[in-house]
């Protein structure tokens, strides 16, 4: 049994879209490459045949991960949520302790999470650590480099 994800309606809504371009666009278009390089005659010695047939695999794969993530998939009640806590689709303004820079991220499920954009996954250290901070909150950090110290500023929904 897979594990339940949590997402936004944007978020499922990303997901479902992405499938249906992987199922009418892509999967045709690996069909009929592998189609033309089969008519290229002997296919024990066809490099086009194998980069198609291997590129059918991992389209394939990815479709299937996608079928079960939407299967799997929730949407957020976010009418039964507790606001001043850091949850899932917060964003946090936070101040690092130590060098006193201020920083905001909005936590967001693994697949939704661009760094570049501020969105950190939730399963990542310093966004497991945020989870259920409230403002005035200190998180403790195990991070790759060691142990930070942020300080909660401000949580807010997207």
Do not use: C, H
Not at 32 to 37: T, V
Not at 146 to 158: A, M, N, P, W
Request: aromatic share 6%.
């Amino acid at each position: 049994m897979s594990e339940i994800k949590y997402f936004t309606l944007e978020g499922l809504q990303k997901l479902k879209d992405e499938l249906e371009e992987l199922t009418l666009r892509e999967r045709p278009r690996i069909v009929q490459a592998i189609s033309e390089a089969r008519d290229k005659g002997d296919l024990s010695e066809n490099a086009e045949y194998d980069a198609a047939k291997e590129a059918q695999g991992l389209l394939e794969a990815k479709i299937a991960e996608l079928q079960e993530l939407i299967f799997n998939a929730r949407v957020l009640d976010e009418s039964k949520m507790d606001f001043s806590k850091v949850l899932l689709y917060s964003t946090v303004k936070i101040k690092d302790l130590k060098t006193k820079v201020t920083m905001t991220y909005t936590i967001v499920p693994e697949k939704e999470a661009n760094f570049k954009q501020g969105r950190i996954s939730i399963n990542s250290p310093i966004g497991q650590g945020l989870l259920g901070k409230q403002v005035g909150d200190v998180a403790e950090i195990e991070v790759p480099a060691g142990k930070i110290s942020f300080e909660v500023l401000e949580v807010t929904r997207e």
